[in-house]
């Protein structure tokens, strides 16, 4: 399959930043969102994001310019998905919303378009159907900031053929990425699966007085080389985000201890939701 044209649904900070890197990897991209506000404020942080590449010499102005002149912005689905080749799905994380996109996307999209979820929860496997080409269908899950992260998880469903699979993750080469092939669906793929398991282990030390979360973090550090500390890297991530993933893990697996662990669910009431708002763990003041 040659991808030439790639549509990237959803213009918040995950969309966008995936949009840009297509961009930058020299495909015609188009992101889609129903907010023009949303495309404004996504085409003001690229615009910043590409200069302060140019000015740390990091990106030469005209690679800029040209990635920036290939990234279009359009609220028009039917539209922008008429002519591309693999559409990257970034909308929200509800089910109903998404099943409703992929079953317009089998409408209005050519025949062979390859339609992907960045979900990191949801797998394509709840929507292959409703785009009548379940073959085509698969997980494309970048991890946040995309524009940074070298991780692409592709995930097949049970229908997802191999040229499928074999384009997705050409796609995300170009990008300069380091796919990584999930054969089966399982709740929280693979990165997600090894992050919650330290960061419940992490939690219940914490909870038990065995250790500060201070300690714990210095430890994941300074013992297993980790670049940052799992509370540091809840923070990072949105203690409200993390919530969100152990609670759409239970919906899946029916286990008890796959729940929002008590610690989490006390910082989401608390309104500490990590360095967006200003306190999570830490105190970001």
């Known amino acids: 399959m040659q991808i030439q044209r790639i549509l990237v649904i959803g213009a918040g900070t995950m969309g966008r930043q995936i949009a840009m890197s297509a961009a930058l990897a020299g495909y015609n991209t188009t992101l889609n969102d129903i907010s023009g506000e949303a495309l404004k404020a996504a085409g003001r942080e690229l615009d910043k994001w590409a200069a302060g590449r140019v000015a740390k010499g990091k990106l030469t102005q005209a690679d800029a310019d040209a990635a920036l002149a290939r990234l279009e912005r359009s609220t028009d689905l039917d539209a922008a998905a008429g002519n591309a080749d693999l559409v990257i799905e970034a909308a929200v994380e509800k089910l109903e919303v998404k099943k409703a996109l992929f079953e317009q996307l089998g409408r209005s999209t050519p025949a062979h378009a390859i339609l992907a979820t960045n979900s990191s929860t949801l797998a394509s496997s709840h929507v292959a159907q409703a785009s009548g080409r379940p073959d085509l269908v698969c997980n494309m899950h970048f991890f946040n900031p995309a524009l940074v992260m070298k991780?692409?998880?592709?995930?097949?469903?049970?229908?997802?053929?191999?040229?499928?699979?074999?384009?997705?993750?050409?796609?995300?080469?170009?990008?300069?990425?380091?796919?990584?092939?999930?054969?089966?669906?399982?709740?929280?793929?693979?990165?997600?699966?090894?992050?919650?398991?330290?960061?419940?282990e992490a939690l219940e030390l914490a909870a038990n007085g065995v250790a500060s979360f201070l300690d714990i973090d210095t430890t994941a550090k300074t013992a297993l080389g980790h670049p940052m500390g799992p509370f540091e890297l809840m923070d990072l991530v949105g203690i409200d985000v993390i919530d969100f993933i152990a609670q759409a893990t239970y919906a899946e697996t029916g286990d008890a201890a796959d729940k929002p662990h008590?610690?989490?669910?006390?910082?989401?009431?608390?309104?500490?939701?990590?360095?967006?708002?200003?306190?999570?763990?830490?105190d970001y003041s």
């Open 262 to 282: 008590p610690l989490i669910a006390e910082k989401v009431a608390e309104g500490r939701l990590g360095r967006k708002s200003g306190a999570g763990f830490y």
């Open 151 to 200: 991780c692409v998880e592709v995930v097949r469903n049970e229908h997802t053929s191999d040229a499928t699979v074999e384009a997705v993750m050409q796609v995300a080469r170009a990008m300069g990425k380091d796919p990584v092939l999930v054969q089966k669906e399982v709740p929280g793929f693979v990165a997600n699966r090894m992050m919650g398991a330290l960061q419940r």
